[in-house]
């Protein structure tokens, strides 16, 4: 153990002690503070940002949009009544839209009274003397809570990446998840070098494309972006969802999807009438070419075929054959999460763009005014890092909570993270994630899991109240178990077989385990049974009644 670290735990109480903080007021922060103030708990969220928003209010880049399947389904959904009032007018609807979106749900349900903005949780402690965990703030205050929810994000610790030399480049550098919130990165008439081409840099490079005087892609993995084909939200849809919102929902919650899933396998059908089918689904956009059979990301023969369909249309789209052959992907398709790109491909037939293959010719160093590479160096008076989070487990791993007898949590995860339903850890008491590890998080319906996942911690606590019990702990031998469930559910797909931010192989060092639970309508069934279930695995502590009475 470090021993510079710090004990908190004796932190004098304040005046503001909490039934719980939450860490985050984006998607899940959000709906924690509502959720929680319904329960008729004292609750209060801190987050960083200058409001509300969480990853949506941080990557304000020229070009940020919904990369999954979008409105008019990319929202909350407990409420029908926020349903029916928000009128979303494209089908890819872009960061200001999404911002918009959470702002007037933070109006509709007054959240920002309970969260602290510009103050980033610096330290969290628990205290086994009072059963109660301290938590230190970027502002000096000290804030003590039964509970510590921690909402702070899947995509939200910035990877900024330790290239020779970066920190002498003198032009102005922004990271995409941390972009200036004025908005004022004018590319006009400059040279940009933007390292990185995962959705974000997508996003991004058309755009910067259109302004800069020369624009330097500088990839090391050559990716599947599909067409995102964003347009007007067809109004049919809208209404059906409206008409029909509780069963959506409770499809939603069933299968994760919004629509019903393809029944059919890649290879039960006749070659034309799969490139019919593909053809059909190109057209359409988004993830539709993914979709049309069920079988693309578990069977690696009908992985290859559409992998082999995405890879002539980038041959076609792209004008010169040698700047094609360099972004061909050779991974398992979609096992990196699958882009959704506007005119990507055909920003790379533009004179002022130049892509340059960092895996075939790495970067040696970044100067005050340049790059160098293996190809070569390349003046350039912006830099822009596209290159991605420490996903999923990294905002908590980065503020590394301690539990009983001072255990850090990055010492129980030294091997990668081991938790009971991604929500809980054995040693950390009162400690809940949402959308944490070896949960669906990002491979579910965002906000629905969100809720989902806070709706059980909020009855939980509420019945922890009632039955006496003053702590909540996942038994030691749950977290082994969980894990072993986790990688046994991914194994049957072709995910883990490709290095992504979903096992983080993209973070230097990080320990390699797939975090995505990926039976997301499974998952939630459990999470149902347990709580139905007298909250099998877990031990709860200073009970003045008995085990009974909490179920
Ligand atoms: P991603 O998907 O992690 O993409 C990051 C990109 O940056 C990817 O191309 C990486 O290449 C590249 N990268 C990362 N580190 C480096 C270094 N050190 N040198 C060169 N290139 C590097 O992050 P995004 O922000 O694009 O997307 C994350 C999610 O956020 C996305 O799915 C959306 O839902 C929103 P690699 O592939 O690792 O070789």
Known sequence: MNETRQSIGSAPSSPDDLDVAVIGAGISGMYAVHRFRRAGLTVRAFDEAGDVGGTWWWNCYPGARVDSPGAPFYCYTFDRELVNEWEWAE???????????????AEKYDIRRDVQFETRVENAEFDESTNEWVIELSTGERVRARFLVSAAGTLSAANLPNIPGIEDFAGPLHHTGRWPQDGCVDFTDKRVAVVGTGSSGVQVIPNIAKDASQLYVLQRTPQFVLPARNRPLDPALAERARDEWPDMRDRLVKTGRALPMATKSALDV?????????????????MAVRECYRDHMTNLEANEILAGYVRDKIVETIDAPTIAEKLLPTYIFGTKRLILGTDYYETYNRDNVRLLDIRSYPIDRFTPTSVQTGEGEFEIDLLILATGYDA?????????????AGRHLTDNWAGGPRTYLGMAMTDFPNLFVVQGPQSPSVKYHYALGSELQVDWIAECILRMRAAGYETIEPEPETESAWGAKVADIANVTLYPRTDSWYSGANIPGKPRQFAVHLDGPGYHEELKNIAKGDYTGFRFDRAKSTRQEIA
């Open 91 to 105: 089908t890819q609807p872009d960061q200001p839209t999404i911002l918009a979106y959470l702002r007037n749900f």
């Open 270 to 286: 006749s070659d034309e009438e799969r490139r019919a089918t593909y053809d059909a689904a190109w057209v359409q956009g988004g």
């Open 392 to 404: 999923i487990s990294g905002a908590l791993t980065r503020l590394d909570p301690v539990g009983r």
